[in-house]
């Protein structure tokens, strides 16, 4: 079974610019979860998506935002980006429902704010 | 607002010892996750404890959750090189998978 795969790997912005990073889920999971993780401020939770609504939102600004598909695809927007928005941006997926429910992680996007 | 703590956030033990993480949290919740990220890698799920008294094992790695003391223990047993990593607790804050993460213990097993 096919991991949770995020696109781009890598990308390089600069401030004032946007930018928007996709997450494709486990085959099956309908819920897909993002985080922002830099040394400072450690891993936080941006949003939870699950059937296409958000279902739960973290304390970022509304310059970031996100929705998903359908097919439970998932992208991120960060708009006027500025250099504290370097990070790795990880999203994670899951089944959605359920008390053993487990989230599973993607290899990340690491974006470069210059 | 839900804090998790964890400590040490850094240990460095030599191969063959044993040793404990701890990770406390704020307020109440019974489902708590351990985690390990190698550098430069994503996060890999290492075990979900769901309930009050959980214990799970895995080869040199046994994680327990007290929910009345709002504490969890990742401890390692006979230490080798390969177990150092990243390692992470989190706890779920609501329903919906929202996950409040540790600051994560740096572990360096020396041979």
């Known amino acids: 079974k096919a991991g949770v795969t995020q696109t781009p790997r890598y990308l390089i912005k600069t401030r004032g610019q946007q930018v928007t990073l996709s997450c494709s889920p486990i085959?099956?999971?309908?819920?897909v979860s993002w985080y922002q993780q830099t040394p400072g401020q450690g891993l936080q939770f941006l949003f939870e998506?699950?059937?296409?609504?958000?279902?739960n939102k973290g304390n970022f600004p509304g310059r970031f935002s996100g929705r998903q598909f359908s097919n439970s695809r998932s992208e991120m927007n960060v708009s006027t980006l500025e250099l504290g928005d370097s990070a790795l941006y990880l999203c994670?997926?899951?089944?959605?429902?359920?008390?053993?429910?487990?989230?599973?992680f993607g290899p990340g996007t690491r974006l470069t704010v210059l | 607002e839900l804090k998790v703590e964890q400590n040490p956030l850094f240990l460095s033990m030599q191969e063959g010892k044993n040793y404990t993480i701890y990770c406390n949290y704020s307020?109440?919740?019974?489902?708590l996750y351990w985690y390990r990220q190698d550098p430069g890698k994503s996060l890999e799920s290492l075990f979900v404890?769901?309930?009050?008294?959980a214990v799970k094992q895995e080869g040199r790695l046994m994680a327990s959750l007290d929910t009345k003391a709002r504490l969890s223990t990742l401890h390692i047993t006979a230490a080798v090189h390969d177990l150092s990593a990243t390692y992470f607790c989190?706890?779920?804050?609501?329903?919906?998978?929202?996950?409040?993460f540790g600051a994560g213990t740096i572990l360096r097993v020396k041979s």
């Open positions: 404890l769901l309930s009050n008294g």
């Open positions: 994670a997926s899951s089944i959605g429902v359920g008390y053993t429910d487990t989230q599973y």
């Open positions: 085959s099956g999971h309908r819920s």
């Open positions: 998506y699950f059937s296409e609504t958000q279902r």
């Open positions: 307020t109440t919740s019974d489902r």
């Open positions: 989190a706890v779920e804050m609501e329903y919906g998978n929202k996950l409040v």
